[in-house]
């Protein structure tokens, strides 16, 4: 049994209630703000001794004086004469604790007079009532890291019912850009989830959308821990390694040539996927690139009207001068000029209800869609897109958006989270759990501004994702700036070092001074949880993943340089057959222009043929007709002189 | 908790218990101030020539090496007198009385063995009825104290009665003052800081281990000359060391020291008188030289500064700890 670390005290000035208690230590005692301890009452109730949890929230220290000026006038107003002084002051160390649980918890009364402990780590999982959920059998217990005071060391752990669902879900981390090490927590705590998630809870897999630089380019590769990390690891029964299961997808740059990712240095490109949509694709989500300013009620009705009766289906009229099969965006622009040269030669207006501006509006729009998103959007139609269906447990989806312009990142985010949704109201996606994770959430929920597609869909997902498995782990720098419904339905919340002015803000207010002192100068490596079943916020450290940082994958996988377009095709093709050579494909491809190459690549990605050289030779006509080499025949040989030819040598 | 002593009394204690014992008394208004506060500063101030020890007649002295701290340890006592009740006009008077010596150890302040707590009940058995005084007595046995038992011709005057209470309760502060001091004496042998004088006890007296130090002045040891030497003592200025001797007390040897600047304070500010163990005739010439080390070791307490308390130019630090120690548990 520990020590006793300090007593119970109360005074009518200082009452305490059953929701707050005051205490006394030595002057060398471990407590500080965060710290668990114990109270053990000294009068039972109902027959039972009761026993108080509380984290500690808030610190006094004062000593006997009455006035500063008493203290100047005693070293004679010089600070250096301190060590005249035979005696130190009498000093008091007083904390403030904010309850955890009572045992037992009725009935509830104000915390009473007793000693105090240091929680050990039986201690931490009663107060914190991760008991409930660490049973065995019955275990739900996620480690999302290491409470440390005072020489307690104790895992941590979120209840899996409260962090993928059902019973809430969903996971926010606040903290500023640097410091805070928001990307490293949520790396860390993937690897918790992907190691513990109990089996009889099915399979999980996580979509992360790299938005910024290299964060997430290189989670498969391993990267340098210490001592210090590898314990923490080994407390949190995690291994120290890099994601066993990493899937990359990235679109093309604007040239359609090489993926825009850092992570596209060629030693590194066998788990990247390129990522390209088609019209079909895109014009379901028109709405996210259109704002309402561009579509109008009658824009919109022309869109729908090419969704329904142009696009994927041959589309005849007597107005136009050809039948149209539009499957891309080269399709669409044609079959545009048709209906407006049509217009133009009736003289008249409208075309089926809708008004020549309104086409010519739409037709800009939706062109400059292929413009805008270049490299994501195929003019040919052709499509690269996540598994969905074949999604694998324990397996982490990176969609590099990073590069891109932000109608494009809108884009990506706005098809792949409602397609994962889709797949899984059906249960068909593969797995039964997605982590969707998200950086910058001020960007695409904020607070206020204009009501988006994407914000949405965000809320969507925050209120009603928990029943599908849809799990959105979302970070930001200030909290105070999101959607108040998604961090509201946040049921877990981790908070990195903050900033003094976000906490200043109403949302931090329910937070004691010194704690949120404390958040402004957290260390890396330390968070402080909120979690459903914590009454009070925990301070947590957790180790740095296991996995290569993003500026030494830069520095180790450098990016690879542009390159020809025939290069860039062979190092795509040579993701799928390593015997391909440069000259088989400038043989190949020698008369073909830049755009039949990448729709022979874009085929070859998308379709995986096990026969790579045909595949991608079929889309290319041969440049003469094969003939086969023969030997000329030998001429006829001279006659010979006769032998009584006078010139005859 | 470092105490032992009486069971706990307290005055709504008391009381509910004579409410029930002596249905005739009439309980006093509580929350009023101890007698100590009302009737303190009555004893009327004196003049006492003394013999000086240190040759030459009384005179100012530099204490020229700098302060030191010297001592281990602080003894105080407090005492607490309040009116319980009136039997007619004789009051009933709860005292209560504490002593404490607290320990310096690495600068911070400790409690010596116990502390020791006291309450006793003081009343004037001449003048309340033999069965208020039985009903009394088996009440409260031992701690029942009659403040007529040694002075017959007090008056009845209940001012009178209640001064004479309050002696009484000083008589057993000092007691368990002593009491701490004869302990240290007999354990230790480190440097005792006695608040007070210590010729009460003649163990303590003798001790080469306790300084007594007097804050109040309302007997001053100088006459003339002598005394507006005393009264003109500078900073780190002594006076010479003189003979006390008292009938019922044991002799010892004193002398003036002012602890801070006199300038813009009236004279007795910061002014304390220290008594020593009388050296023995053959260390009589070395007398000079142990006041000079005590007052080295009395200087250095008076940092850090006993404020708030308003006596703060002449109390030292650790005395102020042992107040605070006892106000605490009492």
């Known amino acids: ?649 | 908790m470092n105490q032992m002593g009486s069971p706990a009394l307290n005055v709504r204690a008391v009381q509910r218990q004579l409410a029930t014992l002596l249905p005739e008394a009439r309980p006093a208004a509580t929350g009023e101030s101890t007698l100590e506060i009302a009737g303190q500063g009555n004893d009327a101030p004196r003049l006492i020539s003394a013999t000086v020890l240190e040759g030459g007649p009384l005179r100012a002295r530099r204490v020229f090496d700098p302060p030191t701290a010297g001592f281990r340890a602080f003894l105080d006592g407090t005492q607490r007198s309040e009116l319980v009740s009136y039997l007619g006009g004789v009051p009933i008077i709860l005292g209560r009385v504490a002593a404490v010596v607290r320990e310096r150890r690495l600068r911070r302040m400790h409690t010596w063995h116990q502390a020791l707590v006291e309450t006793r009940l003081y009343c004037a058995r001449q003048l309340v009825t033999p069965q208020a005084w039985e009903a009394l007595s088996v009440t409260y046995g031992p701690l029942l104290v009659d403040i007529t038992d040694d002075a017959a011709d007090l008056a009845s005057h209940p001012f009178a009665l209640r001064d004479a209470a309050v002696h009484r309760v000083q008589g057993h502060r000092e007691e368990l003052e002593q009491r701490l001091a004869e302990r240290w004496c007999n354990m230790e042998h480190d440097p005792l800081f006695i608040d007070g004088g210590i010729s009460g006890s003649e163990k303590v007296a003798v001790s080469s281990c306790t300084v007594g130090v007097v804050k109040s002045h309302r007997t001053l040891y100088a006459e003339g000359e002598a005394l507006g030497a005393v009264l003109s003592l500078g900073r780190y200025e002594r006076s010479s060391v003189f003979r006390i001797t008292s009938p019922r007390r044991t002799t010892v040897a004193s002398w003036y020291l002012r602890l801070r600047d006199p300038r813009g304070h009236d004279p007795m500010w910061g002014l304390i008188r220290a008594e020593i163990a009388c050296p023995q005739p053959q260390d009589m010439d070395r007398i000079g030289a142990r006041a000079d080390e005590v007052s080295r070791w009395i200087l250095a307490e008076t940092s850090p500064l006993a404020l708030p308390d308003a006596r703060w130019d002449k109390m030292v630090y650790g005395v102020r700890d042992c107040e605070e120690y006892l106000r605490a548990i009492n």
């Open chain 1, 1 to 649: 049994m520990s020590s006793i670390l300090g007593r119970v005290v109360a005074t009518e000035r200082r009452p305490n209630t059953p929701h707050e208690f005051h205490f006394w230590t030595a002057l060398d005692s471990p407590v500080g703000i965060g710290t668990i301890v114990r109270v053990d009452g000294r009068d039972p109730v109902n027959g039972v001794l009761p026993q108080v949890y509380g984290v500690v929230t808030e610190g006094f220290s004062w000593t006997d004086l009455a006035s500063p000026l008493h203290d100047v006038m005693g070293h004679d107003g010089s600070p250096d004469g301190e060590s005249l002084q035979p005696t130190d002051r009498a000093e008091i160390r007083l904390y403030t604790a904010a309850v955890l649980r009572h045992v037992p918890e009725e009935p509830l009364q104000p915390v009473p007079m007793g000693t105090v402990f240091l929680a050990d780590e039986a201690d931490v999982a009663i107060a914190l009532r991760m008991d409930g959920y660490l049973r065995e059998g019955a275990r739900t217990g996620i480690p999302i890291g290491v409470y440390r005071a005072g020489g307690t060391d104790a895992p941590i752990y979120l209840d899996a019912d409260f962090l993928i669902g059902p019973e809430a879900a969903h996971l926010n981390i606040s903290g500023v850009s640097g410091l805070a090490t928001k990307t490293s927590a949520v790396e860390w705590l993937l690897q918790s989830i992907f190691t513990h998630f109990p089996a009889q809870k099915g399979s999980v897999a996580a979509v992360c959308f790299n938005v910024k630089g290299p964060d997430l380019c290189y989670l498969d590769q391993p990267g340098e821990i210490d001592a210090a990390d590898r314990a923490l690891y080994e407390k949190c029964g995690v291994p120290a390694d890099p994601f066993a299961s990493v899937q990359y997808y990235a679109p093309y740059k604007s040239d359609g040539v090489s993926l825009n990712t850092l992570r596209s240095n060629e030693a590194l490109l066998d788990n990247v996927t390129p990522l390209t949509w088609g019209l079909r694709e895109v014009l379901q989500y028109a709405e996210v690139l259109l704002n309402k300013d561009d579509v109008d009620a009658k824009a919109d009705a022309l869109i729908d009207f090419i969704k329904e009766n142009v696009l994927d289906k041959k589309f005849s009229d007597p107005m136009l001068e050809r039948v149209h099969s539009v499957t891309s965006f080269a399709d669409l622009d044609v079959w545009f000029r048709d209906v407006l040269r049509g217009l133009e030669k009736k003289d008249d207006q409208s075309w089926r209800t809708h008004h020549v501006a309104t086409i010519r509006k739409v037709r800009n729009r939706l062109s400059n869609i292929s413009l805008r998103c270049k490299g994501l959007v195929a003019d040919d139609g052709a499509t690269s897109d996540l598994p969905f269906g074949n999604f694998d447990d324990r397996t982490v989806y990176v969609i590099d958006v990073a590069g891109l312009e932000e109608d494009a990142q809108d884009l990506i985010f706005a098809r792949v989270v409602t397609k994962l949704r889709e797949h899984l109201e059906k249960r068909d996606l593969g797995v039964q759990h997605v982590v969707v994770f998200v950086d910058e959430l001020n960007k695409y929920a904020p607070g206020d501004g204009p009501e988006t597609y994407v914000r949405k869909m965000l809320l969507d997902i925050a209120e009603r994702g928990r029943y599908l498995g849809l799990v959105l782990f979302a970070a930001q720098q200030f909290r105070s700036q999101v959607h108040r419904r998604v961090v509201g339905n946040s049921g877990t919340a981790l908070y990195g070092r903050m900033d003094g002015d976000e906490l200043a803000t109403p949302g931090y207010a329910v937070l004691s001074p010194a704690i949120k002192t404390k958040l402004a100068t957290l260390e890396k490596g330390q968070l402080m949880v909120r979690h459903p079943h914590f009454t009070q916020p925990i301070f947590v450290r957790f180790p740095r993943p296991a996995v290569m940082r993003g500026r030494d994958g830069v520095s180790q996988y450098p990016s690879a340089a542009s390159v020809p377009l025939e290069t860039a095709v062979l190092r795509t093709l040579r993701t799928f057959d390593p015997t391909l050579t440069l000259g088989w494909l400038q043989d190949t491809v020698q008369l073909a222009s830049d755009d039949e190459i990448l729709r022979a690549r874009n085929a070859v990605v998308r379709e995986r043929p096990q026969d790579v050289r045909r595949a991608f030779a079929s889309h290319f006509r041969a440049a003469v007709a094969p003939k086969t080499a023969t030997r000329a025949a030998a001429p006829s040989p001279l006659p010979a002189a006769p032998s009584d030819d006078p010139y005859g040598f």
